[in-house]
């Protein structure tokens, strides 16, 4: 069993930065492609940024440029940097694993989910 526990998220002003944490318990973490998604009430939950096991990336087009998905295997720990934040970021975050160690924006591939962490982006 893989356990997500995310932390970092916060109420910030358009234009600051905030660096979102996943970490991770159980099983071989290096192995797991990691997802980023976030979910807005009222909307569907998205895909933000995804990294397979190799390191490769994939990233939503709305948050291209501005946001950087990054693990780091002896912690067992995803990251998330956000910079220039707009009040369209504004989001429950959430962190996912699948253990294909796929890059996927498909919510279904991932079989681990964390409980999400509030980012709230004042203008």
């Known amino acids: 069993q893989v356990q997500l526990v995310e932390s970092g998220g916060g109420l910030v002003q358009a234009g600051d930065s905030l660096r979102l944490s996943c970490a991770a318990s159980g099983g071989t973490f290096s192995r797991y492609g990691m997802g980023w998604f976030r979910q807005v009430p009222g909307k569907e939950r998205e895909i933000v940024a995804s990294m397979h096991w190799n390191g490769s990336t994939i990233y939503a087009d709305s948050v291209k440029g501005r946001f950087t998905i990054s693990r780091d295997n002896a912690k067992s720990t995803v990251y998330l940097q956000m910079n220039s934040l707009k009040p369209e970021d504004t989001a429950v975050y959430l962190c996912?694993?699948?253990?294909?160690?796929?890059?996927?924006?498909?919510?279904?591939?991932?079989?681990?989910w964390g409980q999400g962490t509030q980012v709230t982006v004042s203008s």
């Open positions: 996912a694993a699948n253990l294909g160690g796929w890059t996927t924006a498909t919510m279904s591939a991932y079989h681990y």
